[in-house]
Every structure is written in structure tokens, then in C-alpha cells.
């Protein structure tokens, strides 16, 4: 069962504030990889997570091709404070399109910060449905049932 635990609700939705925003990793229909950084990745809810992607570039096309995503985080500073070794986890899932509702509540909860430079909010809301998190050892310390 995956269910978010404080500590990284807490991480995760000031990562950007901490200089320390989250890696999204996509992948074409055929493989091809990518990694992105995006400073609005938040938690949406308790098997969610929930980012606004305002330039709509490679990882908006690489999504509508392959949904399979994966997040990657780490703050050193903060490794006291995550129980995951040298403050690292990674989160598997699914993204899509959020719906209007959805749209709506995405745009809340992503960093100020992330928000002003879409000021007509021309971007997409997305939500990635976790399928697993793990650690860097690849002990998985949630899954979906």
C-alpha cells in the first residue's frame, strides 16, 4: 500500500524552496531516456504526486507517448530528516493529464515560484499515480497492492 508519511510530504513539497527540486525521468514510446528537473513536483495526495509542466517541451511528448515515469529526490542537508539513506528516494508511477478539477488543485499546491512564470496558466497539470517508492538500494519501501 502506498500511503505518504509526513516526513516526505514535507521534503517534497519544499524541495524547490530548498534548492533541491525533483528529478522527473520519461522515456519515448521506444526507450529513448530523459531527465528533468522540476521544481513543481509536489505531493497531491496519499499514493500521488502532481507537477505543473509550463513549458510543455519534451517531457509533455515524451508523456503522451509513455506514461511510465519515475521521480528521483535528494537533499543531503536534509538526510536526518527522511528515513531513506543519504536523504534519497525514488518514486515509480504513471502520469497523465489531470482533469479540470484536478487541474485546479495542482495549481494550488505547486510552489509560488512555479506559478508566476505561467501567469495565464497555459501549462498542463499532471498527476503521476504511484506504482512503488524505493530506496537507492532499490528496497522497495511501498507498493501498490
Not at 505531493?43 to 511510465?68: G, M, Y
Not at 537533499?75 to 489531470?98: C, E, L, M, Q
Amino acid at each position: 500500500m502506498i500511503q505518504m508519511t509526513d516526513a516526505i510530504r514535507s521534503v517534497l513539497n519544499s524541495a524547490l524552496a530548498d534548492g533541491t527540486p525533483a528529478l522527473l525521468g520519461t522515456a519515448t514510446k521506444d526507450g529513448h531516456p530523459q531527465i528533468s528537473p522540476k521544481g513543481s513536483i509536489v505531493v497531491f495526495n496519499d499514493d500521488t504526486l502532481c507537477f505543473w509542466e509550463r513549458s510543455n517541451r519534451s517531457a509533455a511528448h515524451h508523456l503522451a507517448e509513455n506514461p511510465h515515469v519515475a521521480v528521483y529526490y535528494r537533499n543531503a542537508a536534509k538526510a536526518s530528516s527522511i528515513p531513506f539513506r543519504a536523504g534519497a528516494i525514488r518514486f515509480y508511477g504513471d502520469a497523465s493529464v489531470a482533469n479540470a478539477a484536478d487541474r485546479d488543485m495542482v495549481w494550488e499546491l505547486i510552489p509560488e515560484a512555479e506559478r508566476k512564470p505561467d501567469p495565464e496558466k497555459k501549462g498542463t497539470a499532471f498527476l503521476i499515480r504511484l506504482t512503488s517508492v524505493e530506496e537507492l538500494s532499490g528496497n522497495v519501501v511501498m507498493k501498490r497492492d
